[in-house]
């Protein structure tokens, strides 16, 4: 039991207190990982205010997804899924909030520790770990298999470990060697067993992929998701420190915080002046393969401004003038591209790349450049 004493201080003779001379008190980063559905919020609003630096959280609602994972009123919003946005213009960073869907991944200060840091000159960005981010890997397989292994301790579910073939598919495709296997084809494996992996990636017909003990080797696909991707894989990875940054914060790891720098498919950023007969495109709104709308472009004129910007039929539209779409209908999105008389810049990503990114559970595809 402490007492406090007014004249003594705390009587804890193993407790003292110091002045903070070189900014040590200033607390560390933490990180949220927010998860709602459709039809709800966070649970929180992001502001920018008038003589207060940073992005600021408020109005955290009572007994919201925010407050419940810890959330609190004035905190400083360092990084979402991975990104350092402390510096980023505050619109775009309530955009890349709203891109990431309903599942988010937070880094806050403390406010005090905040203007605490900024005093004293600190790099915030050096405050955070360098690289938190899963990786997302399309593998195509060559004529020797896929180019990795897996391996995974008896009588534990869901710890697949990968070993890479060197110069293989896999490392061509970023799978980093010792790397944890994730997800396959978007769906989770932390559920399966040693034993029902192995199972699940014996092929019919045939004596098993791997060899040695705890090697479920060269073939770590289920039959059912093989015959839909044929000879091409999706895996989400995450080193070995990812892995343990995740598991020690109690944070679990999806497909909308990947890095997806290794993936061949990207969105696209076409600038184009207007011409005399205009851009020279048709935007038309139809249903995308999740089931919501999106925005399409269409009737692209031959030697006009969109195809000599590099424009393709059925490209999806994703942002207009750096601004995501996500939320906007058909009109609030034509307007957007006549904001500016003569010119627009469209982030576009076309029908292969959308189809893969709503696969694997992205969420918004403006968001998968590196």
């Known amino acids: 039991k402490f007492e406090f004493n007014p004249k003594d201080g705390i009587d804890n003779p193993a407790l003292t207190l110091t002045e903070d001379t070189d900014g040590e008190g200033v607390g560390e980063p933490r990180f949220y990982f927010l998860s709602k559905g459709s039809t709800e919020t966070f649970g929180f ?48 960073v309530v955009q890349k909030i709203k891109a990431s869907g309903n599942q988010v991944l937070l880094a806050v200060l403390d406010g005090d520790s905040y203007e605490a840091a900024k005093a004293l000159g600190r790099d915030l960005s050096q405050m955070l770990p360098a690289d938190i981010r899963p990786r997302l890997c399309h593998i195509t397989r060559d004529k020797s298999g896929f180019g990795f292994s897996v391996s995974s301790p008896e009588g534990v579910k869901g710890t697949f470990q990968l070993s890479v073939r060197q110069n293989g598919p896999a490392e061509t495709a970023g799978v980093p060697p010792g790397s944890w296997l994730l997800e396959l084809n978007g769906a989770s494996v932390r559920s399966y067993s040693r034993t029902q992996l192995a199972r699940k990636v014996r092929a019919p017909g045939t004596g098993g992929w791997g060899t040695g003990t705890g090697s479920v080797a ?12 044929g000879n091409k894989v999706t895996l989400l990875v995450a080193s070995s420190a990812v892995e343990e940054f995740y598991r020690l914060r109690g944070l679990r790891v999806t497909a909308a915080l990947a890095d997806t720098s290794w993936l061949p498919f990207k969105a696209r950023e076409l600038h184009m002046v207007k011409g005399p007969a205009g851009y020279g495109f048709l935007l038309k709104e139809d249903d995308c393969r999740s089931g919501a709308t999106g925005q399409f472009l269409w009737d692209v004129d031959v030697g006009l401004p969109a195809e000599q910007a590099g424009m393709k039929e059925g490209d999806r539209l994703l942002a207009v003038n750096g601004e995501s779409i996500e939320g906007l ?10 904001a500016r008389d003569d010119q627009v810049t469209l982030l576009v990503i076309d029908p292969a790349g959308d189809e893969f990114f709503q696969s694997v559970g992205f969420g918004d595809p403006a968001w998968s450049r590196p």
């Open 45 to 92: 609003c992001l502001h920018e205010e008038l003589g207060c630096r940073g992005h600021v959280i408020r109005q955290v609602e009572l007994g919201g997804m925010a407050q419940r994972r810890g959330l609190q009123d004035g905190d400083r919003l360092l990084q979402v899924n991975g990104h350092f946005v402390d510096h980023m213009d505050h619109c775009r």
């Open 218 to 229: 060269e073939h770590p696909v289920f039959p059912i998701q093989l015959k839909q991707s």
């Open 329 to 338: 209908d058909h009109q609030q999105t034509v307007l957007r591209i006549r």
